[in-house]
C-alpha cells in the first residue's frame, strides 16, 4: 500500500544532496554529548587536585561531576541510535572518553579522597601501607575499565539476551560508568568529606577492588536498552518517575548511593541466581522393598 505524502516523514522528501548533507552534520550531536563527558571528567579532575583540608567540598563538587558524565554518556549513545548516526568514530571517541572520565578521573578522585589523608592520622604504620595499597587498587581499577572498554568494542555482540526474555539485553561485566557511579555516589553521600579512619580505608579498599573485579568479569548486567520511551506506559510510572526526581531533588546523597549499590549488586544476584538454577537435581535413591522372610 502506497503511504500518502503527507503521512511520510519529512527528512524522506528532500533532495538527496541535502539529504546527504544533513546526515553528515547530525554526526555532531552525539559527539557534543561525548565531549560535554570529557569536560565533566576533566573537571572533576581540576577539582580534585585543588582539595585541600579547608575546602574538602571540592570532593562533592568532583563526584557530582562524574554524576552529570553518566547522564551524558547515556545520552550520546541514544542519540546516535535515534538519528542513525553511529560510527567507528563515534564508538571510538566515546571509549576514550570514558577512560578519562570513568577511569582516570573517579581513581584519583578515589585515591585523595580515601587515602590521601590517612598518613596524618592514627596508626603511622597501618595508615602508610592503606596508602599503598589505596595506589595499587585505583591503578587496579583504571586498568579493569580500560580492558573492559577494549574487550565491549571487540566483541561482535557485547549485550547477550537473557534465554528466558529474548528482548532483555545484558552487558558483560560491570560497565565502566556503573563503577565510576558507585565511587562518585559514596562520595557524595558524605558530602565529599575524607576518609580518615583505618576502618573506613579498608572498607574503601575492598570496594575499589571489587568494582574493578566485576568490570573484568563475565557476569551479566542489566543494560536498559530494550525500554522504550516512544510506547504507551501506565500512569503510575509518570508518578514514580516524578517521586524519584523529588528524590533526588532533596535527598540525592541517599538515593544515588542506593541505586549505584543496586544496580552494582544485582550482577552478583543474577549469577547466584544462574548457579543455583544450574545445580544438578540429586538422583533419587532405589527404594528397595524388604525381602520376605522364610516362613
Known amino acids: ?54 575546602d574538602w567540598w571540592r570532593f ?24 542513525g548516526t553511529t560510527s ?14 570513568f577511569g582516570v578521573a573517579p581513581a584519583l578522585l578515589a585515591w585523595m579522597w580515601g ?41 561482535a555482540n557485547p549485550q547477550p539476551s537473557n534465554p528466558g526474555r529474548p528482548g532483555r539485553k545484558y552487558f558483560v561485566g560491570l560497565p565502566i560508568p556503573a563503577a565510576a557511579a558507585v ?6 553521600l558524605l558530602d565529599g568529606r575524607p576518609i580518615q579512619t583505618w576502618w573506613m580505608g579498608a572498607v574503601w579498599l575492598g570496594l575499589l577492588i571489587f568494582a574493578a573485579m566485576l568490570m573484568v568479569s563475565t557476569w551479566r ?11 504507551r506506559h501506565p500512569f503510575q510510572v509518570f508518578l514514580l518517575i ?16 542506593v541505586v549505584s549499590l ?4 544485582s550482577g552478583v544476584v543474577t549469577r547466584l541466581a544462574s548457579l543455583f538454577r544450574r545445580r544438578p537435581s540429586e538422583p533419587d535413591h532405589p527404594v528397595y522393598e524388604e525381602a520376605p522372610q522364610p516362613r
Request: charged share 20%.
Open 60 to 83: 562533592d563538587h568532583a563526584a557530582l561531576a562524574i554524576g552529570f558524565a553518566v547522564f551524558f554518556d547515556g545520552l550520546d549513545g541514544r542519540i546516535a541510535r535515534m538519528t
Open 221 to 231: 548486567f542489566y543494560s536498559f536498552k530494550d525500554l522504550n520511551l516512544h510506547n
Open 242 to 257: 516524578c517521586a524519584v526526581l523529588g528524590l533526588l531533588t532533596f535527598f540525592s546523597g541517599p538515593v544515588l548511593f
Open 88 to 101: 567507528d568514530f563515534g564508538r571510538e571517541f566515546d571509549s576514550l572518553a570514558d577512560v578519562i572520565t
Open 115 to 155: 587515602f590521601r589523608w590517612l598518613s596524618l592520622v592514627g596508626p603511622a604504620a597501618l595508615n602508610e601501607r592503606l596508602v599503598q595499597l589505596g595506589i595499587i587498587a585505583t591503578f587496579l581499577f583504571v586498568v579493569a575499565g580500560a580492558s573492559r572498554l577494549a574487550r565491549f568494542n571487540i566483541q
Open 183 to 188: 565511587l562518585a555516589a559514596s562520595i557524595h
Open 262 to 265: 543496586t544496580y552494582m549488586f
Open 1 to 54: 500500500m502506497k503511504v500518502p505524502q503527507q503521512m511520510r516523514r519529512w527528512e524522506d522528501q528532500l533532495p538527496a544532496e541535502q539529504k546527504r548533507r544533513m546526515r553528515k552534520g547530525m554526526y555532531i550531536l552525539p559527539s557534543l554529548f561525548t565531549a560535554l563527558n570529557i569536560g565533566a571528567g576533566y573537571y572533576a579532575i581540576t577539582e580534585t587536585v585543588r582539595a585541600t583540608a579547608a
